[in-house]
């Protein structure tokens, strides 16, 4: 998006129904926004039963002004009726993810081109070079697309079997179901590998950028810190440049060097979201993992769900910037 556009208020209707049709209209998106939803709906059930309670007791100390008690279930009936909205959109996007497949599957072969041939590769560089064979840069997001295709059939496997359309017993949907969170906690678990790697990258080039001269003032560089002008002026007589250039030089290096902070601003925005997202992502899968899981309260679930809906939903809205 144009920063024309980008610069526009949320406040016009236009711009932000625009924006909002964008981020439904994909796949990403609109799961994003069910999953707010869903994962909310815990909170919400118990706020509107607390409210309830609240009401029944202050209708009970008011009998003598009202004493028909019926209005309080209003509430309830409505807490009854968002749990099982919030239960048929999890199975909807239980359906959604079946069409998952097909990214996921071009994903990989875009990785590997020749499947068959790559297997051999890996198993005969295995055979010489031992557990290096796994230093290439495409071996994390192989591993991370392999376990969401043993993940997703596992799920729909499982879903299938509670809707009695596949003949499985119940110990072997739930052992079915409990493997394919299992494949989902690795693609989580190798995601937040990767962003350890991203943090040791950002720290070492903002550490870099932080070092370096360029002759940029403090609000132009937004919190990174940089020397004074008179220090690069020296280190430019030394290195004999000609006294008529050095304005070029510090404008062209305070344009290089405010490109790079915004560079790394966006990055760093981009990180700390990723990580908002496995913060949420991470202890749910390991709940949903574990035999009778981690906690019996929905509100931790509830809460967790939320937060990595949240990143989610940032991550696509700032698609449209």
């Given amino acids: 998006m144009s920063s024309k556009s980008a610069s526009k208020p949320l406040s016009s209707p236009t711009y932000l129904l625009s924006r909002l049709t964008k981020l439904t209209s994909t796949y990403s998106g609109l799961d994003a926004s069910l999953m707010l939803v869903q994962y909310s709906s815990p909170l919400i059930i118990t706020l509107l039963l607390q409210l309830a309670a609240l009401n029944s007791k202050i209708r009970d100390r008011y009998r003598h002004v009202n004493g028909n008690k019926n209005a309080k279930f209003g509430l309830v009936q409505l807490a009854e009726g968002w749990g099982k909205m919030g239960g048929s959109i999890g199975e909807a996007r239980v359906i959604f993810r079946a069409f998952g497949l097909l990214p996921i599957l071009t994903w990989l072969?875009?990785?590997?081109?020749?499947?068959?041939?790559?297997?051999?590769?890996?198993?005969?560089?295995?055979?010489?070079?031992?557990?290096?064979?796994?230093?290439?840069?495409?071996?994390?997001?192989?591993?991370?697309?392999?376990?969401?295709?043993?993940?997703?059939?596992?799920?729909?496997?499982?879903?299938?079997?509670?809707?009695?359309?596949?003949?499985?017993?119940?110990?072997?949907?739930?052992?079915?179901?409990?493997?394919?969170?299992?494949?989902?906690?690795?693609?989580?678990?190798?995601?937040?590998?990767?962003?350890?790697?991203?943090?040791?990258?950002?720290?070492?080039?903002?550490?870099?950028?932080?070092?370096?001269?360029?002759?940029?003032?403090?609000?132009?560089?937004?919190?990174?810190?940089?020397?004074?002008?008179?220090?690069?002026?020296?280190?430019v007589a030394q290195a004999s440049v000609p006294p008529s250039s050095v304005p070029a030089i510090k404008t062209e290096k305070a344009t290089e060097a405010q490109a790079q902070a915004q560079?790394?601003?966006?990055?760093?925005?981009?990180?700390?979201?990723?990580?908002?997202?496995?913060?949420?992502?991470?202890p749910l899968t390991v709940h949903w993992s574990t035999p009778g899981g981690l906690w019996s309260s929905p509100l931790i679930g509830g809460s967790l769900g939320v937060m990595a809906a949240i990143g989610r939903l940032t991550t696509e809205w700032r698609k449209g910037d």
């Fill in 109 to 235: 072969l875009s990785l590997h081109p020749q499947p068959v041939q790559s297997l051999q590769n890996l198993l005969l560089s295995l055979h010489r070079r031992g557990l290096t064979a796994f230093h290439s840069p495409k071996t994390l997001p192989t591993l991370q697309a392999l376990s969401l295709l043993l993940y997703y059939p596992l799920e729909h496997l499982t879903w299938l079997s509670s809707k009695g359309v596949i003949p499985l017993s119940g110990r072997r949907a739930a052992k079915a179901g409990l493997w394919s969170v299992r494949f989902w906690a690795l693609y989580v678990l190798l995601d937040i590998y990767k962003l350890r790697q991203t943090y040791l990258s950002l720290l070492k080039r903002t550490h870099l950028l932080q070092h370096s001269k360029p002759p940029v003032s403090e609000d132009e560089a937004e919190g990174y810190e940089l020397p004074s002008s008179s220090s690069t002026i020296s280190t």
């Fill in 263 to 282: 560079v790394l601003r966006k990055e760093w925005a981009v990180w700390k979201n990723d990580v908002m997202i496995n913060a949420g992502y991470a």
